[in-house]
């Protein structure tokens, strides 16, 4: 499996988390949202401006900002 971070995931394609990197606060967030190590996330909506994207996971739709995903490890 190739190891990429969450914002280079292309639309519909599924990448499974491995880790979460950065600001505590916003790493915090995530994980109460859910988005764990093993959850499968699929980028399905990109905003008109290209940030930020909208992710699919665990049956919930999350907007996440460019920033961020650059901090969220996967798997494809």
């Known amino acids: 499996m ?15 988390v491995c880790k979460i990197v950065g600001e505590e606060t916003i790493k915090r967030r995530l994980l109460d949202l859910g988005l764990i190590e093993g959850t ?5 909506l990109i905003s008109p401006s290209g940030d930020p994207r909208a992710f ?3 049956g919930s739709l999350i907007a996440i900002r460019e920033e961020d995903s ?7």
């Open 70 to 76: 650059k901090n969220i490890k996967i798997k494809i």
């Open 56 to 58: 699919e996971f665990r």
């Open 40 to 44: 499968n996330i699929k980028p399905v």
């Open 2 to 16: 190739n190891e990429k971070t969450l914002n280079e995931l292309g639309i519909e394609q599924i990448g499974i």
